[in-house]
């Protein structure tokens, strides 16, 4: 059995890799032509959510069979039940940029999924009022609320860069009424995926007592992310039943040009390479977190929502942006990385007093 020896640092640099690989996988939906989005979506998700996970496990989780018989069923299951209910908020997220905007999406549902994400779960193992005896609580605390500011403060600035550049403060299908609901929706369940690991613990310590190392996590992707893929199966198919878009896997419009079948499946597993990266990745930091490892997953979302942004200011779609906008993100951007610090500062005092 391998000891996985907890490393703060490190782990924080992982993340980094899961949230960059995070940030840039939807970019290849722009080169694809002549799919509608559920075609594109369920492609990419039959990668991410079914065939990359357990290609992955079958690599890195030695004896996987033997591993899958030892592990208990009703961890299983419950792991699949919760990565389902993931898989509806991300429909709902989707659905909620139609109505609001991605910025205003993305800093209301990845705010809230930060934080009920990283808290929830020790409170519900009852650890959360020991967690605060331990050295460093309180700046893993105080990471996590300058964290949500700075993912509030990224979704201001965005608002503010969609009105400047539309050159218009409304649009027709703005709807509040609409869009805050799913994405109340969209930040609950997808902070339900933390639980859903959590439930495929006893699975990854299996998997980790048959040699999987560092690895170990890998094989509750199974369950939670075909759990992930079920829902986003059922809702792509409905779509693609009410828009008659079967045909669209066999043969493209006429009239679209250079885009050809290849082309499009293509850039689908690559987004879903890029998609299952962030969960290869976040496991790999996850298990080198060590005294404070629940706040994973703030550390995850909040380096996501600073490394799409920066990337977004290197590619220069910040351009024609009014000087507010500049100083807006600008602010956000400067709490984000202010958080990272602070948590990653209070994981090391806490790995550091528990002697490792």
Known sequence: MNTVIANPLLGTLLHAVGATSAAVCYTPQKRVKGWSWQTYWLTQAAFCWLLLPVLGAYLTIPHLAQVLRAAPHDAMVRSFLLGAAY????????????????????????????????????LVRGEFAALFAKTGSG???????????????????????????????????????????????????????GFALEAGAPIARVAEAYGAGVFNGNVTY??????????????????????????????????????????????????????YGQFFFYNLGHVRMGTFKFTSWAIHMIMLVLISNALGLALREWRGCKPRTWIAVGISLTVLVC???????GNYLGDLAAGR
């Open 87 to 122: 898989g509806v908020g991300g429909t709902a997220f989707g659905l909620a940029i139609r109505h609001i905007g991605f910025s205003l999406t993305y800093a209301l549902a990845v705010g809230l999924s930060s934080v009920l994400g990283t808290l929830l779960p020790p």
């Open 139 to 193: 700046w893993v605390m105080t990471g996590i609320a300058v964290g949500t500011v700075g993912i509030f403060l990224c979704g201001l600035s965005g608002r503010l860069k969609e009105t400047d550049l539309a050159g218009d403060a409304t649009r027709s299908d703005f709807c509040v009424a609409k869009g805050l609901p799913l994405c109340l929706l969209a930040g609950v369940l997808s902070a339900v995926y």
């Open 222 to 275: 199974i369950f939670a992310n075909s759990g992930a893929f079920l829902t986003t199966l059922a809702y792509c198919l409905l779509l693609s039943f009410k828009q008659k878009s079967f045909g669209e896997w066999v043969s493209l419009p006429a009239d679209i040009g250079k885009a050809s079948l290849a082309k499009n499946v293509g850039l689908s597993v690559l987004t879903g390479c890029l998609w």
């Open 339 to 345: 958080a990272v610090l602070v948590l990653t500062y």
